[in-house]
């Protein structure tokens, strides 16, 4: 996967935008960041729960891991774009948006 690969799959979640910070790309629904690119473009960072980064890293171990310090405890996962399939980043891109949209716009996409 490639850093456009990233940004489609971000951006086709429900209210999902384009921002940045820290001078790289952040994708936010709501509001809030959910996911973002790394400033050289090959990683990315979803914001998961601490229990599906747990298991999105045994299913996946080449390809997730935590972010380091606090960040990665509280679920930030870095994402090794050459080595993420589209299935898998899609799935984590929206495990990371349902972790972060407002719950109307959850309702609005389940329902």
């Known amino acids: 996967m ?3 690969d990233f940004r489609a799959l971000a951006l086709a979640l429900p209210g999902a935008v384009e921002s940045s910070h820290m001078k ?3 994708f936010r629904v709501g509001g809030k960041i959910f996911a973002s ?3 050289d473009g090959d990683w990315g960072m979803v914001k998961l729960t601490p229990e599906e980064q747990a298991r999105i890293r045994i299913e996946e171990p080449g390809v997730f ?3 380091a310090g606090a960040w990665g405890r509280r679920g930030y996962t870095r994402v090794r774009l050459e080595a993420a399939s589209h299935d898998s980043l899609r799935h984590a891109l929206f ?3 349902q972790c ?3 719950k109307r ?3 609005e996409f389940e329902g």
């Open 95 to 97: 495990l990371a948006w």
């Open 2 to 4: 490639t850093s456009d």
């Open 65 to 67: 891991a935590p972010m």
């Open 37 to 39: 690119l790394g400033p």
């Open 100 to 102: 972060t949209a407002p």
């Open 24 to 26: 790289h790309p952040d």
């Open 105 to 107: 716009l959850r309702r």
